[in-house]
């Protein structure tokens, strides 16, 4: 006890601490998921490295102050293990540059290279061993500590040096693969490990050392070594961020290697039906066997229902790929075995090579949407990037720009469109729909931009928009007194899974003081399929506020009756296409008939949209839908127009 309490065995303390530290860091690593082993073995190395130099300096720092040691150990043994502390410490810089290398995913492949790298090391390690034969660069003091002989002994330092300008060299040509808060904990760490030296220098210390390693090595196994960032730790593959990291990575290091996308139909829709247990044993079944096709590390699974190979060779016609895509053919042709089912699955190939098709990650990004696409028109053949239409980018850029600009500079509008009821013989409510007006190329249809705006998000800003200018009609105008008893408003799919939608909402209607109940959000019928705890949060919020919801384009989807059924809605809006075809087959007719019956028997409301001659809202109405919507009655018009419309209808 007496040697820690003594305030002159800080040295003593302290390297306990970073024992303790190094003891943390080597639990975190061997409990972690691991993905990529190359740099889990070589984060091993530095552990292990890490610990004997710790192991070893303490041992030499008790002995220094504790006279029942001394007695124990001899001083040439004692000797000896300050000489392996000092072989660990000088291992440390070219083990940090080779785990550099890993993260970076950099292989030397020449010999000359390989042993290169490791000349300063073994330099610095003669000059260690040289005490043996000679006191030229150092010796030992009666406390068995170095003593450094000047100015021969700065070429031990010299290794240490050329590793720091090795990885300085490597974190400023590769840092554009990396997140910022890896490059700083990159240089946090490097800068810890060069620290110590000049330290050491002037505290004669190497306790300091030692706890800076420890820290940084805390630094890594949180940041490089954490794995539920790169790993899907259901399927066990790589995510979408390691799939990035990777293609740029590789990208810089002008490496040709293409991607092997492998489709597997319907599989998103199969494990959200499936018990999660089925489903991940599903997934790692399938992993488990793609895993094999690929180089270590190659394997991701980043998108819904899709598996990434990484590939070596950018030519999609190589041997490689053709045989891994066969080899996968065949063996899809069998049905996967669970426990108590077998499932048979389908899958769509597709290659690209890079850097002769694609050459950075927004291009893939960019072809990767429209090849998703494509996947669901494609018969099963290997998908190449000239089988794809690839106007479908440019087409996306160009409407992304113009949907910017038009938020940048308020060219957006919302136009009314009146919804009619028949048994009240008035207009009830309406449909608020977005405008946007290009100065150059006029009107441009929410068909086209929407699709756009909820790929790449501004889809948010878009609908926060409508509901902000909604609210602001609502409360400017009298519509309420003309008999409007609610505005049905858009969201999109992307809207319900922001975990902030019910307070933005919430917040835009108190803003404008509007009371809930006059606001009716419509979500379209796909919405169905994918509900998550977000969107249940969202809705849960939303409803008990007493805002309303509606299913719209009901019909052209492939819903789950008794699902939806379930749901909270008050409204279902007949999609356009079934209205408009009521005429055209006795099946047709049928069809709409038991839709609305089924409906109706839910207790819920029909609105017949896309009515547009007095014909079919005749027939509609007759069939018992209770709302009318379409150009027959009235076209989607400004917010003057409309209050002068409802204004003139409704008295
Ligand atoms: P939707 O929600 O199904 O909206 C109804 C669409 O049908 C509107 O097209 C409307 O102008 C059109 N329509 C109304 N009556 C008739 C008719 O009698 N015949 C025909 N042929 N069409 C009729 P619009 O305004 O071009 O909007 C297209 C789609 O864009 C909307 O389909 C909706 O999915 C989306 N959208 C529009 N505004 C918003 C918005 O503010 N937010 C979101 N998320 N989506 C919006
Ligand atoms: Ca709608
Ligand atoms: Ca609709």
Redesign the pocket.
Known sequence: MTLLTNPQNYEICFAICSMVVLLITVFVHLFGEHYYSRQNDIFGGLLFNAFCMNLLGLIHKVWIQSDFFKMSLSYEAVCVLVMLEKVCIYIMPLLSVIYGMAIFRIEFQSFVKKILIGIPTICSQVVIFSVIFTGFFYRFDENAETRYIYPQAVTIYLSVWFYLIVAAYMIIKYKKSLSTEKQMALVVYYFLMAAGVPIRILTRSSSIFEFSVSIALLLCVYTFQNPSEFVDLTSGAGTKKALDFTISTNLLQKKTFSLLGIYVDKLDVFLSEESIENSSELLRHISDYLKKMCPEGGLFYPFDSTFILMLPGADPDETVIEKTVEQIKIRFKDPWVLKNEEIKLFQSPCVLGFPTEVDSLERFNEIWNVMQKAFLRHNRDVLRLSDLNLKYVEHDKKIDGIVKRALEDGLLDVYY?PIYSPADGKYTSC????RLKDPKLGFI???VF?PVAERNGS?LE??RY?LDRVCEMISSSRIMDYGIEYVEV???IVDCIQTNLAENILGTLEKYNVDPKLINL?ITETWEKNITDVMDMNLGRLLKSGITFSM??FGTGYSNLSRIAMLPLKLFKLD?SIVQSVFDSETSYMVMLNMIRIIKSLGKEIVA????TAEQAKQIIRLGCDHV????YAR?MSKESFIEFIKEHNA
Not at 609 to 612: A, K, L, P, R, S
């Open positions: 469109q449909e608020a729909l977005v249809s929410p068909a929407m889809v878009i609908d409508v858009n969201l999109s419509e719209d384009d356009k949209e896309g009515v547009e919507q379409g150009f027959f989607p």
